[in-house]
Every structure is written in structure tokens, then in C-alpha cells.
């Protein structure tokens, strides 16, 4: 007894050190190859196989040597215990009973191999089972890793979206931590306005589905839906273009659709397609969610640089305009004067101004142009500039109009005209000379009744080789001429109402007496109370001359 | 952007540098990984990887490059990266990548440092 224990001993030894030295000397190989070789060289056997356990069951997975018909596929049912049958010893690798794999040899005498294939599966199957736990560990520190990364990608997310107002590059980044993190090999986002008209597509690959047709996807508020049956969204049926499964999740904000994010076919490592997990929905959702608080935000800032832009340029027209107004009013004798302009949206196209003239004459007009801010500022400080320069080189006021007119043709910007009234006072006389282009009735205010002075021609700036007929009346002491712009007239109330020239002659009527810059103020006022707060997109101007 | 990763190499000696231009996915990561199991089978000692033209890359592209590190290490040869995006990098650390393979912000520093970078006993 006391001297066998060495004996086994040995030969154990040199099993382990022969079978390390076999294996040792193929490092390169993949483990099972070189359990086959091993175990071929170390038997003596003509050809060996190993079997491990794949998906669709036991399969060769390495073999080594000629011939081996004996082995090619393993027993039905698999063997439990070393087993020689017809020329073909099977033995199952296996540690702390479980099997890892199989060993088939063929090509081997008759005998009995019970301790030797015991020990073959020993040694062979405790090296499968170190390494497939390797793998699994190995794995399992991938997911650990995935996860970890999944959870960082989010944070990261957030931060990076926080502060990015660019809208392609917020969309791309988001496109592509969705396509990443859910091993999807393509991805599509689109996003509309409150129409359902797309505003930007981005795309991995080619697009999943027509950019115009994903405003009325039925889906969810704030969660993915996932089909692996089929690339449709299944709540509309909206096919995708060539995938196999899909994923989709609204991008909302407070049930407002602001586009739709797609992932299409998870990959993985043998090209197959698998199927999304509820793990992939909630990530997309989640990086949906993020996008649409990003995206809001972006738009929100889009909306306040315009709107700072809007109040610069309506800074700058209203400087303009406030140079161009009349900081005062002349003092002319036999002549009361009052003016009032009252600006929307800060500055618009009303224009009026005075001039003390040869002979005790006063002239004056009062002009509205098209358009607002800006663009009538500039017009507006054109006519301006043409009718000081012109004023005292035209012999009438007629051939004034048309020197303002031939100006403007010739240097204002296309599509661009100004109504006007211009009016030319002999106080000593009452003789009142005038031409209208275009502009509202003036309404004269004669022993309580109101007359109305009509248009005598068309708008400045829009007939090529127009003229203005110029007209005269007699301003007798005590009468009232009120010039004003269709700010007034036309000014709304809630039900739509205009305040129309009707209650503009009855205030400037009944109150023909009052001093005249008490009645510019109180038809102001009159037309305030009218429209009860509602807001104005026309500048109001009134210009009120009585001869004393 | 396409949703296929072309691969093109160039070999300086013992390094072979591989411009990727796409998704690394699992065919971008397959054609880097024929690539460069090419180029170790034709005696290159270091691969450096220039990702400059690819903005994404999955788990499974990841896993490929793993095995393509791992088959380099076998070989005691060296493996780098240049031109990451930061989304790139910051996976490629979280990941593990970094442990064993260098990242550089250029090609020309990562050549140079694979350059002088010692054989692996």
C-alpha cells in the first residue's frame, strides 16, 4: 500500500505535465482545437472531436486527426459516463458535476479506458469550464460596463443638450446616443412644426420613413413602442423602409408633438437581428424626453433673439423717426397749431411737419407711408428730405407732390408709397390751398359743420408720370382744419368695430372752440376709450389748424 | 450619414494605420478587424486605429475591437487610437479600451508614440 501511493502519484504527474506540455504548445489555437489535439496526441487516438453546447444543442466544435467516422456526431441520448462503443471512446468533460463538453476518440484498441477517460474529462473539462466562466465573467463585465456607459451617455446627454441651441447638431446628437446605446443599426429623427410640416430630418443610414407622414403617428405620450414582429409602428401602421424591427418614440412637450424618433434592427455579434427590449424602449424614451426639453429650450431662445432683433430695429426706426418729427411748432401769425403723433409697435410710417413760408404763408402736410418699423422709418426720412429740398423750388404745391413723387420713383425702394396731404395757408387771405394724394378726407370745421376735404389724386409712388390737382378753399376766422392719418379712423374695438370719421367729425365738431391741442389730445383720448385696450397696428397723427 | 464603415490602411513599417470613416458597428467592426488581423499576418507590430471620420459606435462594434486588441496583446504587439470624438473616448475608457490600448488626440502623436513604444515581452 505504502509504496503504490508514490507510483500513482507519479503517474499522475506526468499525465498533467504531458497534457499541459500538448496543450501549451498550440497557444494560439482556440481551447477546444486544442483539447482535440491534445487528447489525439496524448491517446494515441486516430482522430478526436469535441462537443460543446451551442444554441441548437451539441455540436463539433474542434477536431483533430484523419478519418473518424466513429465520432461524428455524438450518442443519442449523450453519455453519462466514459463510454468505449464500436471503436469510439466518449467522454464527458466535466467539473463538479456539470458537463462543459464532449471528446469523442476513435481509432483505439479494445480495452478498458475507464480511469483514463476519467481522467481525460477530469483535466478537460475543468480547463472548459475555467474558461467558459472567463467568458462569463467577462461578459458579465460588459453588461456592468454597457449599463455604466448607458447611464454616463444619459448624463452626458443632458449636460450637452443644456447648452446646445443649434437644432441639427442637438437632433445628431441625439440620433446617434440612441442608435448607439440600442445597437440599432439605423436611426431616423424628425422634427415638425405646429402645422405637421418637417423642419429637420436627420438620418443614419438611409431614412426609416417618409419625413412627412409622422405628424399623425398615434403614439404615446412620453413612451416607446416597440415592434419586433414587423418594421410598422403598430398604433398607425406606418411601415419602415427595408428593417425588420422597429422601435419608435414620440418626442413631446406638455402634449405638443415636436417630432418623432426611430431606431430600427438591434444588432448582434453573429449579424443577426434580435429583438428590442423593454430596456431599449425606456432608454429611447428617456433620450426623447431630454430631447424634447432641449429642443424647447432652443426654440424658446430662437423666439427671444428675434425678438430682441425686432426691438433693436424699432429702437432705431423710432430714433429716426423722432428726428424727423417737428420738435416744435412754429408760431405763425393768425394761426393756431396743434399736433399729435402717437406711434405703434413703436414707430410707423406717420409723418407730419410745418413750415413758415415767404409772405407770412404756412405749409404743412401730414403723410402716411406703407409698411412698419424700419423700412417706413427709412421711407419716411426720404420724403422728408425731398420736401425740404423741394419746398422752396416748386412755384405750387402741385408741382411739389410730383418732385416728391419723381424722387421717390427714382430712389425709393420698389412697392413702397406714402399717402399725403399737403396744405399751403395764406393767413391774411383764409385762402387755403391743398392736394391730397391719395390721403384720408381732411375734415374742415366751418360755423359748426364739417365739411370734408377729398382725395385729389392718387397715393406718391405707385402711377409713373401721376398728377395731383391742386384744390382751394377759404379758411374764414374761427374755422377748423383737422389733417389726420387712417390710425384713427381705423382704429379697432373688441367686436371689430372701426372708430370710423363719423365719431372723428363729431369731436372735432362739437368742440370746434376748445384750444387745439386740447382737442389733438382728446381725439386721441376718444379713440383710446373706443378700442378699450385692444392693441393698435397703426400710427394715429392729427394736425389741427385754425385761423384766428 | 451612412450607415456603412469603410476601412483603409496603410502600413509605415511595423505600424499599419487604419482610417475607419463610418458607424462601428458590427460590419465596420468586422471590416476593422480583417483589416487588421491582415496586417498582423503580414508582420505588423502596431496598428493605430484613426477615427477621425466615425461620430458612433455600438456595443457590438466595441466587443470586435476587443477581440482585435486581444489578438494584438497575443502577438505582444501594440494597438492605439487617435482623433476621438468625446463621446468616442469617453465610451472607449468606460468600456475598458483604454486599459490596454493608448488614446491619442492625433495621428502623428499616436505614431509617434507607437513609434517608440517598446515590444511587449
Redesign the interface.
Known amino acids: 500500500m505504502t509504496s503504490s501511493a508514490p507510483a500513482a502519484s507519479v503517474r499522475f504527474l506526468e499525465f498533467w505535465r504531458e497534457a499541459a506540455a500538448l496543450l501549451e504548445a498550440a497557444a494560439?489555437r482556440p481551447l477546444p482545437s486544442r483539447i482535440a489535439g491534445a487528447a489525439a496526441a496524448f491517446s494515441g487516438a486516430r482522430f478526436s472531436a469535441v462537443f460543446l453546447r451551442e444554441k441548437e444543442g451539441w455540436v463539433r466544435a474542434a477536431y483533430a486527426g484523419e478519418g473518424g467516422e466513429e465520432v461524428l456526431s455524438l450518442p443519442d441520448p449523450s453519455p453519462q459516463a466514459v463510454l468505449y462503443d464500436r471503436g469510439a471512446l466518449w467522454v464527458p468533460l466535466e467539473t463538479e458535476g456539470e458537463v462543459h463538453g464532449f471528446l469523442g476518440l476513435s481509432g483505439l484498441a479494445d480495452e478498458d479506458y475507464s480511469d483514463f477517460g476519467r481522467s481525460l474529462g477530469l483535466l478537460f473539462g475543468t480547463l472548459l469550464g475555467a474558461s467558459r466562466l472567463s467568458r462569463l465573467v467577462k461578459e458579465a463585465?460588459?453588461e456592468v460596463?454597457?449599463r455604466?456607459?448607458e447611464l454616463?451617455?444619459l448624463y452626458?446627454l443632458g449636460l450637452s443638450l443644456a447648452g446646445q441651441l443649434d437644432l441639427p447638431r442637438l437632433a445628431?446628437e441625439v440620433l446617434?446616443?440612441s442608435?448607439?446605446?440600442t445597437?440599432?443599426?439605423?436611426g431616423t429623427l424628425v422634427l415638425f412644426d405646429e402645422t405637421g410640416s418637417p423642419i429637420l430630418q436627420r438620418?443614419?443610414?438611409?431614412e426609416l420613413f417618409p419625413s412627412e407622414a409622422v405628424f399623425c403617428w398615434n403614439l404615446p405620450e412620453g413612451e416607446a413602442v416597440v415592434n419586433n414582429e414587423a418594421a410598422t409602428v403598430p398604433t398607425c401602421g406606418v411601415s419602415f423602409f427595408r428593417c425588420e424591427k422597429c422601435l419608435a418614440v414620440a418626442i413631446s412637450v406638455a402634449g405638443r408633438r415636436l417630432g418623432v424618433l426611430a431606431v430600427a434592427d438591434k444588432?448582434?455579434?453573429d449579424?443577426s437581428v434580435l429583438d428590442f427590449t423593454p430596456a431599449d424602449a425606456r432608454l429611447l424614451s428617456l433620450f426623447a424626453n431630454q430631447a424634447a426639453a432641449a429642443i424647447e429650450t432652443a426654440r424658446l431662445h430662437r423666439e427671444a433673439i428675434e425678438k430682441e432683433r425686432i426691438e433693436r430695429e424699432l429702437e432705431l426706426a423710432a430714433a429716426i423717426q423722432r428726428e424727423i418729427l417737428p420738435r416744435s411748432l412754429p408760431r405763425v401769425p393768425g394761426v393756431e397749431l396743434a399736433a399729435a403723433n402717437l406711434p405703434t409697435r413703436q414707430v410707423g410710417g406717420d409723418y407730419y411737419d410745418l413750415f413758415p413760408l415767404s409772405g407770412g404763408r404756412l405749409g404743412f402736410l401730414v403723410a402716411d407711408v406703407s409698411g412698419k418699423g424700419v423700412p417706413a422709418a427709412l421711407l419716411v426720412s426720404t420724403v422728408h428730405a425731398a420736401v425740404h429740398l423741394q419746398i422752396d423750388e416748386a412755384e405750387t404745391i402741385e408741382e411739389l407732390v410730383v418732385r416728391i413723387d419723381r424722387h421717390l420713383q427714382r430712389y425709393a425702394a420698389a412697392r413702397k408709397f406714402l399717402t399725403l396731404f399737403f396744405g399751403l395757408l395764406e393767413p391774411d387771405s383764409g385762402l387755403l390751398r391743398y392736394v391730397s394724394a391719395g390721403h384720408n378726407p381732411a375734415l374742415l370745421v366751418q360755423n359748426g359743420s364739417v365739411q370734408s376735404l377729398q382725395s385729389t389724386g392718387v397715393p406718391i409712388g405707385i402711377v409713373p408720370n401721376a398728377r395731383w390737382k391742386e384744390q382751394t378753399v377759404t379758411i374764414h376766422s374761427g374755422d377748423l382744419l383737422c389733417v389726420y392719418t387712417d390710425g384713427l379712423t381705423e382704429a379697432v374695438n373688441e367686436s371689430e368695430e372701426e372708430f370710423g370719421i363719423q365719431r372723428l367729425s363729431a369731436i372735432v365738431g362739437g368742440a370746434s372752440r376748445e384750444p387745439v391741442q386740447a382737442l389733438c389730445e382728446a381725439a386721441l383720448s376718444a379713440v383710446a376709450d373706443f378700442a378699450r385696450g385692444m392693441p393698435q397696428y397703426d400710427d394715429q397723427t392729427v394736425l389741427i389748424v385754425r385761423r384766428t | 450619414?451612412?450607415?456603412?464603415c469603410k476601412v483603409s490602411a496603410e502600413r509605415r513599417g511595423d505600424v499599419a494605420l487604419l482610417w475607419t470613416d463610418g458607424?462601428i458597428?458590427?460590419q465596420g467592426g468586422e471590416e476593422i478587424a480583417r483589416e487588421a488581423y491582415a496586417q498582423l499576418e503580414s508582420g505588423a507590430k502596431a496598428l493605430v486605429l484613426n477615427l477621425e471620420k466615425t461620430?458612433?459606435?455600438?456595443?457590438?462594434g466595441i466587443?470586435?475591437l476587443i477581440e482585435v486588441l486581444e489578438k494584438v496583446m497575443?502577438r505582444k504587439g501594440v494597438l492605439a487610437f487617435s482623433n476621438l470624438t468625446p463621446?468616442i473616448d469617453?465610451?472607449f475608457r468606460?468600456?475598458?479600451l483604454a486599459q490596454y490600448a493608448a488614446i491619442y488626440p492625433t495621428l502623428e502623436e499616436a505614431l509617434q508614440a507607437v513609434s517608440r513604444e517598446p515590444p511587449r515581452p
Not at chain 1, 183 to 186: E, Q, V
Not at chain 2, 1 to 4: G, K, P, Q, V
Not at chain 2, 55 to 60: A, E, L, Q, T
Request: hydrophobic letters at 30%; proline letters at 0%.
Open positions: 494560439e463585465e460588459f460596463k454597457t455604466l456607459l454616463e451617455s452626458d445628431d446617434f446616443r442608435v448607439s446605446l445597437d440599432a443599426r439605423r438620418s443614419l443610414g438611409e444588432e448582434s455579434r449579424g | 450619414m451612412s450607415d456603412t458607424y458597428n458590427n461620430r458612433i459606435v455600438n456595443s457590438i466587443s470586435i497575443d463621446t469617453k465610451t468606460i468600456m475598458g
